[in-house]
């Protein structure tokens, strides 16, 4: 028989909390009577200063790991290691890492968090839909009309982040259901990335565009935005290794966990242009 966790008193730290997944997080833990500890510099944690770490664990009981940057950059499973390892030391052995569905380069954040002793979960996710809402994207389609993207013809099924926060609070709560688990979740629909924009140019009654460009050609872009060389490097292999066509397929991981479908990316999208994200 599986244990169910006692959910009376926990408290869940959760990283990145003002974040895209975060955030949800947060508010699922909340809705579902945990206690949320928000770990941000904005409440002295730092990924990269170790020595404020034990502050933000200590008398926890369980918590979120969201990689900064992205948990397949240098130094993640590195940082993330080290942070599982503080973590169980802690007592705080109940750990839940988002990763990337078909990224390569995550797997050793994955295999460092296995060694690190905890009780862990992984969240193997798509491509965010929010990504279309929220960082740096939405800008273009804002300001300019146009996404420009290293992503022609390939098809992605779209996960509404909301689906991952409530993957990630029932993986918290449901005792050791989902301990030593890797959970992959997608949306229900795979649409390309320019099916994707039209939908939200049908949605605004704006005539946005969508136009593919070469991992390369958005390298160089990256470089002119001023990114250091090593992250450009880093960015343009992981797009390489999950824009190849990989990840054309859906995931049950929602149905699953939740018994339920993922939600819709058209009604993501008709929610977001009710709110005038993508208004100029």
Not at 2 to 26: I, P
Not at 260 to 276: I, M, Q, Y
């Amino acid at each position: 028989m599986t244990n169910t966790r006692n959910t009376q008193g926990m408290t869940v730290v959760v990283t990145g909390a003002s974040g895209r997944t975060g955030s949800r997080v947060a508010r699922a833990a909340e809705a579902a009577g945990l206690t949320v500890r928000g770990a941000s510099r904005a409440t002295g944690f730092d990924w990269w200063d170790r020595s404020t770490w034990a502050a933000t664990l200590s008398g926890a009981d369980a918590a979120y790991l969201a990689h900064p940057s992205d948990v397949g950059a240098p130094g993640a499973a590195e940082a993330v290691g080290a942070l599982a390892r503080e973590a169980v030391g802690l007592g705080v052995r109940r750990l839940v890492l988002l990763s990337a569905r078909g990224e390569d380069q995550a797997l050793p954040t994955e295999e460092a968090l296995h060694a690190s002793g905890a009780d862990w979960t992984v969240v193997r996710a798509a491509w965010f839909a929010q990504n279309f809402s929220e960082g740096p994207l939405v800008a273009e389609l804002r300001e300019r009309g146009e996404l420009v993207f290293p992503a022609d013809e390939v098809r992605e099924p779209f996960l509404d982040v909301r689906d991952i926060a409530d993957v990630v609070v029932t993986a918290l709560t449901g005792g050791d259901r989902y301990v030593g688990r890797t959970l992959k979740l997608s949306g229900a629909r795979l649409l390309t990335f320019g099916e994707a924009v039209a939908e939200i140019a049908g949605a605004t009654g704006r005539p946005l565009t969508y136009r593919a460009v070469s991992t390369r050609d958005y390298g160089e872009a990256m470089a002119g935005f001023g990114l250091p060389p090593e992250e450009v490097a880093a960015m343009t292999g992981i797009f390489d290794t999950l824009l190849d066509g990989r990840n054309a397929h859906l995931e049950d991981g929602v149905r699953e966990v939740l018994g339920r479908a993922p939600r819709a990316f058209t009604d993501f999208v008709r929610e977001e242009a009710a709110a005038g994200t993508w208004k100029p």
